[in-house]
């Protein structure tokens, strides 16, 4: 556990010092669970948004985008469940008065059996060495079966309580489990209540008139109630699918884990519209197609599991998350949902508009189904940067930190150097530069010894360094250097674009997925 804290410490600290993120209003001690986005961090969040739109919309003929407002009509949210149903069950500790989520407590648990899990195969691993069958450990060796039995219970009697809106079960299997307050060790529970999470505000210039309105909580209303707008204006089919990304806003109760859980925070999200009864084929179809997505990424197969929801949401028929292995466990990173046609059923009711679609084959109107693919965008940058920091020990025993972002994803995408300040050497690395913004983000950096202007890139995610020296004034030649593998190259400064093209082409990352 305490590795685990100090690697996620440095993982903040870096983000900070290298212009990735930085706490909201620092200069007034910051706002719990609100972050900027620095130099560099937007660029990486802006090429993670562009990965993931290309692969959705340019790339599927029958997904197109949209962008639809924050603010929405109040009903919207009454009709989507949002206002009586968007909530999540909190418990307060009475002594160190610090406020949780129940559910998340209880998950917090079962992390730490999985954990004893984790521990007694990498010690069977050690012990049984090449001979080591994992699948046949973990179905046979008593100790861990006992412990994925216990993991299993809990999970499905917290899914089952909550399923039934049984709070007083909640707490009652927190007591049973012994759960103590993470701050102070106390398990003088409150009962669980539950607490909506929308953020409120008012439109409007009086205080008679004003109108209530929320932050959106998430994007997929401004799809749902767009949808027929869209279908004819497009011309679209079923099955068809639209996509947005944008901002939408919780007031998390436990606001914690730095860009994990944030109030104001970004989506990237999918509505497939589609035959009603053909759900499950579709379900499938994303929740594959979305992984292979995370894969094409290179971030290790080993990093990704399925989990499939015990306890639906008031508007799914199937559910499951992506997972991923966070600095701090495998946590949630995007959701994939059977929607049914809980939403447009409820907007046309509400509404009183009809949202239905005319299926030329079955010569009928429907109001279709839905399948969503909903991804937090903040979330997956955290994925991609906790993933890509690496302390590594060098042959001449030295140690470099280096940031291994996916160079298709980097934010810049090479750092050009002249060797030394003199001699024309600077005017002719400008010239490259000024050559290469065409196509890339790159930097000029003629500051310090060439060896720590290395290490600075290596730090920052740079995949390219091209050094400019005497003899390429004489031969055109520059050296490039590959920050994952530290390889140097002699190559003429008219191959350099296409060196750089062929490590951050979307398109060959992309075709990964096919
Ligand atoms: N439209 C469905 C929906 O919003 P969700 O599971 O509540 O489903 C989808 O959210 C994704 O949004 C999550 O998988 C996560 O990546 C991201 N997300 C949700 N709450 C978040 C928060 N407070 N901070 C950062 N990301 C969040």
Redesign the pocket.
């Known amino acids: 556990m305490a590795k685990q804290e100090d690697d996620f410490k440095k993982v903040i600290s870096h983000a900070k010092e290298y212009g990735y993120v930085f706490q909201s209003s620092e200069i007034y001690d910051g706002l719990s ?1 609100v972050y900027d986005y620095a130099q560099n961090g937007v660029e990486l969040k802006k090429n993670i948004r562009e990965y993931w739109w290309t692969a959705m919309v340019q790339l599927n003929d029958n997904i197109v985008g949209l962008d639809a407002a924050i603010f929405m009509h109040p009903t919207t949210w009454k009709a989507s469940g949002h206002v009586d149903a968007f909530s999540d069950p909190l418990i307060d500790n009475k002594d160190s008065k610090k406020r949780y989520r129940a559910d998340v407590l209880v998950e917090d648990h079962i992390a730490k059996i999985e954990a004893k899990i984790e521990k007694e195969v990498t010690k069977a691993a050690k012990r049984f060495g090449e001979a080591f069958d994992k699948e046949q450990f973990l179905a046979t060796n008593r100790r861990v079966v006992d412990y994925q039995e216990k993991a299993a219970n809990i999970s499905k009697r917290l899914g089952k309580s909550l399923g039934n809106e049984d709070l007083a079960d909640v707490k009652k299997l927190i007591e049973e489990l012994e759960i103590s307050c993470p701050m102070s060790g106390s398990k003088n529970w409150t009962d669980v209540k539950q607490f909506n999470l929308m953020f409120g505000t008012k439109l409007g210039a009086s205080a008679e008139t004003a109108m209530d309105l929320y932050l959106r ?4 209303q401004g799809i749902f109630v767009n949808f027929l707008n869209v279908q004819k204006s497009s011309r679209m089919k079923i099955p068809f699918g639209i996509a947005q990304t944008g901002k ?1 806003f ?1 007031n ?1 109760i436990v ?1 914690r884990q730095f ?5 104001e ?3 990237m ?1 999918m509505q497939f519209f589609i035959k009603p009864g053909t759900q499950k084929e579709w379900y499938e179809h994303w929740k594959e197609h979305r992984l292979k997505w995370h894969l094409s990424l290179g971030l290790g197969e080993e990093n990704y599991r399925f989990h499939d929801h015990e306890k639906l ?1 008031h508007y799914a028929d199937a559910a499951a ?2 997972e991923f292995r966070f600095p701090f466990g495998f946590k ?4 994939i ?1 059977s929607r049914t046609d809980f939403d447009l059923s409820k907007h046309q009711e509400y509404s009183g508009k009809k949202l239905q679609y005319f299926d030329t084959e079955e010569n009928k109107n429907y109001v279709p189904y839905v399948v ?1 693919t ?7 940058f955290l994925a991609i940067f906790s993933n890509s920091l690496k302390e590594e020990e060098l042959e001449n025993g030295s140690t470099r930190t280096v940031l291994k972002i996916p160079a298709v994803l980097a934010p810049t995408k090479a750092a050009v150097f002249p060797l030394v300040k003199k001699d024309g050497l600077p005017e002719l690395a400008k010239e490259i530069v000024d050559d290469l913004k065409w196509d890339f983000n790159v930097i000029y950096d003629q500051k310090d010894a060439v060896g720590r202007r290395y290490r600075r890139q290596d730090a920052n995610g740079t995949p390219f360094c091209i050094t400019v020296d005497h003899q390429s004034l004489e031969d055109q030649t520059v050296t490039i250097r590959h920050r994952d593998t530290m390889e140097q190259q002699r190559v003429a400064i008219s191959d350099v674009k296409d060196i750089i093209h062929q490590e951050v082409d979307m398109k060959s990352w992309l075709k990964k997925m096919l």
């Open positions: 669970a909580p998430e994007t997929a939408a919780r998390e606001a860009i994990f859980r944030m109030r925070f970004e989506q999200e949401a998350d992506i949630e990173l995007e959701g949902h969503e909903s991804i937090g965008l903040d979330r997956m």
